[in-house]
């Protein structure tokens, strides 16, 4: 019986979580680099991740990982001298949709058989129900959060390596 009701909680956990909402974010141009690594961004279209500033500068990524990385070291990578607080919109594209959504209310696959252009992903889906189906069809390891995503699993997911929370996933 204790495990029937975990599993009630779980699903009514899922049901109440809210869809990440789709953003109209401007697309890059054909000359937008990613500020980390420096790839062209509009050529991987399926992967872009943005993010626009209150100021009204746009940073574009090629990927949600590399999104990530520059999220949390924005004094490495900004050269404008932006901080969190002054982002006011941050998007990335759902894999199965390719429509912009709300990087912060998203749900991330890490450890699929998908990789992007830069290698292992954070697999971005919209909602719970996108994200165990790219679970099962490709494989992956783990749904995280916007919370659960350090730079530890970033750099894990460089070298081939699936950590959440400090604990590699095998």
Same mark, same amino acid.
């Given at each position: 019986?204790?495990?029937?009701?975990?599993? !009630?909680?779980?699903?009514?956990?899922?049901?109440?979580?809210?869809?990440?909402?789709?953003?109209?974010?401007?697309?890059?141009?054909?000359? %937008?680099?990613?500020?980390?690594?420096?790839?062209?961004?509009?050529?991987?279209?399926?992967? *872009?991740?943005?993010?626009?500033?209150?100021?009204?500068?746009?940073?574009?990524?090629?990927?949600?990982?590399?999104?990530?990385?520059?999220?949390?070291?924005?004094?490495?990578?900004?050269?404008?001298?932006?901080?969190?607080?002054? !982002?006011?919109?941050?998007?990335?594209?759902?894999?199965?949709?390719?429509?912009?959504?709300?990087?912060?209310?998203?749900?991330?696959? *890490?450890?699929?058989?998908? @990789?992007?252009?830069?290698?292992?992903?954070?697999?971005?889906?919209?909602?719970?129900? %996108?994200?165990? @189906?790219?679970?099962?069809?490709?494989?992956?390891?783990?749904?995280?959060?916007?919370?659960?995503?350090?730079?530890?699993?970033?750099?894990?997911?460089?070298?081939?390596?699936? *950590?959440?929370?400090?604990?590699?996933?095998?």
């Amino acid at each position: 019986m204790g495990a029937a009701c975990l599993c !009630v909680r779980v699903a009514r956990a899922e049901q109440a979580q809210e869809a990440a909402p789709k953003l109209q974010l401007p697309p890059p141009t054909e000359s %937008d680099r990613c500020p980390v690594c420096g790839m062209f961004v509009a050529r991987y279209r399926e992967w *872009i991740a943005t993010m626009v500033f209150r100021d009204g500068h746009v940073a574009h990524f090629d990927g949600a990982k590399d999104a990530f990385k520059f999220w949390l070291d924005m004094k490495k990578y900004d050269h404008h001298g932006h901080t969190q607080a002054d !982002v006011k919109a941050f998007g990335v594209t759902a894999y199965y949709s390719t429509e912009m959504i709300d990087a912060r209310k998203a749900l991330y696959v *890490i450890g699929s058989d998908v @990789t992007g252009p830069m290698g292992h992903e954070l697999v971005p889906h919209p909602d719970m129900y %996108d994200a165990k @189906t790219f679970m099962k069809d490709h494989h992956g390891k783990a749904i995280v959060r916007f919370e659960d995503i350090d730079m530890q699993m970033l750099k894990g997911l460089d070298e081939g390596r699936f *950590i959440v929370k400090g604990k590699e996933l095998k």
